[in-house]
């Protein structure tokens, strides 16, 4: 939260809005509210403040709410179900931010009235692990689509819930594009932070079987996977994964793992911050340029000491900032940039990992010494 400038310590504890004094954040359910991240609250005008370098975001994200929560138990989740002892679920921290609660109805309604629908060039429902996520998710997107219909919607899926069928149906309600969080690369790393190592109910395999539906149902360019880097993964490991996902037809979205305050990986050390910048590099030149992970070269602990193209060619394409950018759904100008700018959900502003805006000198310098190793930070 160190991001936001102008936000009271009150409005914070308070979940930042609440349309009706009377209803307690405990009682907010969707589809009637949604939960949003604060840069989205930021740029609605629910929340006074501003954040670091940034006009806040392009993507309205909104998450299905319930009091009881997410029934999953991810290691590195603040919505975890682990939690539920020791916060409200509509007032835990996730992706280091707070996510405060609205009437669906408000925010759609102040994105037609204002200025706003200027500034979002997309809107994402986040789907959880929840009996009614399924269909509200419909109904939100159903509502979205007749009254905001120039705005594109992505689907953050819950593929545990989720069958062929209902990709189907999102497609033809209008959802343009359609994401798996797959999170952890390997098989063992899932089982371990996602699967029965944490009574969660997640599977490997079914996530990567409705991925192979997105590619059939949405098509090429119009899917994609979310990949967290640094939770004990190879570089060599995620960037096949990358390509695997890019051979598809979809796109990779990448976060560098930062731990989550109040979750079970919150001893876990963020994402070393070389194989961060050698890896957003190497997507970057897969989804992008054409490169492929075998043109890459290796060393024996599978960190990437070549990227497959020459210096002179490789060099402006570091200069262009678009490698270390937020990646995620894209906006309406250029494919490359990602409308989901998720401003600092991934580090501190201080020592930004995901850039949700253009880097400048000052900041390319500093990558280019993060990924050659001459200047080596992990801490928090």
């Not at 030149?285 to 070549?306: P, Q």
Request: net charge neutral; glycine share 8%; with cysteine.
């Amino acid at each position: 939260m160190d991001a936001v400038a102008g936000s009271t310590e009150t409005a914070q504890r308070l979940n930042f809005y609440r349309p009706n004094p009377q209803v307690r954040t405990p009682e907010m359910r969707s589809p009637e509210y949604v939960q949003m991240s604060t840069a989205a609250a930021l740029t609605l005008g629910l929340v006074a403040g501003a954040m670091h370098r940034t006009a806040c975001t392009h993507c309205l994200n909104l998450l299905v709410t319930y009091p009881e929560g997410c029934r999953a138990n991810c290691a590195y989740c603040g919505l975890a179900r682990h939690r539920e002892e020791t916060r409200d679920y509509a007032d835990r921290n996730f992706i280091r931010v707070d996510w405060p609660t609205a009437r669906t109805d408000e925010v759609i309604a102040r994105v037609r009235a204002g200025g706003d629908r200027g500034r979002f060039q997309r809107m994402c429902i986040s789907m959880i692990t929840h009996p009614r996520s399924n269909q509200d998710s419909f109904v939100l997107l159903e509502k979205w689509v007749r009254a905001v219909p120039e705005v594109p919607v992505s689907i953050l899926s819950n593929p545990t819930t989720l069958g062929c069928d209902d990709l189907v149906r999102m497609k033809a309600t209008g959802a343009d594009i359609f994401t798996v969080a797959l999170d952890a690369v390997t098989p063992e790393i899932f089982e371990r932070t996602r699967g029965k190592g944490v009574d969660s109910p997640h599977d490997y395999a079914r996530y990567w079987r409705t991925l192979e539906w997105a590619a059939e149902v949405f098509g090429p360019e119009k899917f994609g996977a979310h990949l967290i880097c640094g939770m004990g993964e190879t570089e060599r490991e995620i960037l096949e994964v990358v390509q695997r996902i890019r051979d598809m037809g979809g796109h990779n979205h990448m976060f560098a793992f930062f731990p989550e305050q109040g979750s079970l990986m919150e001893d876990w050390p963020p994402v070393d911050r070389g194989q961060w910048r050698r890896v957003q590099l190497a997507r970057f030149l897969i989804d992008y340029a054409g490169r492929r992970v075998d043109e890459m070269r290796f060393d024996a602990s599978d960190r990437v000491t070549h990227f497959g193209l020459p210096r002179e060619a490789l060099e402006p394409i570091i200069a262009s900032g678009k490698p270390f950018r937020t990646s995620g759904c894209p906006g309406k100008d250029d494919s490359e940039v990602s409308a989901c700018n998720r401003p600092y959900g991934d580090s501190r502003p201080s020592d930004i990992l995901s850039f949700p805006f253009a880097p400048a000198k000052r900041d390319l310098q500093k990558i280019r010494r993060q990924m050659d190793g001459s200047e080596v930070r992990a801490g928090r």
